[in-house]
Nanobody, 118 residues
Framework: QVQLVESGGGLGQPGGSLRLSCAAS????????MNWYRQAPGKERDVVAF????????VYKDSVKGRFTISRDNVKNTVTLQMNNLKQEDTAVYYC???????????WGQGTQVTVSS
């Protein structure tokens, strides 16, 4: 059974930090590119960060560059999103997304709420 389980969301303060984790199981994790998406109320789901299968290549949404860091562990089958210098506009449901690098296959996590407020 394929699972992507996010954790680490919650309430963060402006200027503070949160760390999201996504635990993958049921598929060959190291063959999949991984992404974090987010969806704010009334807005479309939008990609925040991307990491390639080996972790050698990362891409970030402009508004989070220099504040967020995506990383992965292909032994533990996890991907993390370290979020620093949080802003109120970072408030959203954050989703973990896996896309197979070659061929078809994609999976979504159930999402975790991040709320940034003082």
């Amino acid at each position: 059974q394929v699972q992507l389980v996010e954790s680490g969301g919650g309430l963060g303060q402006p200027g503070g930090s949160l760390r999201l984790s996504c635990a993958a199981s049921g598929f060959a994790f190291s063959y999949y590119h991984m992404n974090w998406y987010r969806q704010a109320p009334g807005k479309e789901r939008d990609v925040v960060a991307f990491i390639s299968t080996t972790g050698a290549h990362t891409v970030y949404k402009d508004s989070v560059k220099g504040r967020f860091t995506i990383s992965r562990d292909n032994v533990k089958n996890t991907v993390t999103l370290q979020m620093n210098n949080l802003k109120q506009e970072d408030t959203a449901v954050y989703y973990c997304y896996a896309r197979k690098a070659i061929g078809s296959g994609e999976y979504w996590g159930q999402g975790t709420q991040v709320t940034v407020s003082s």
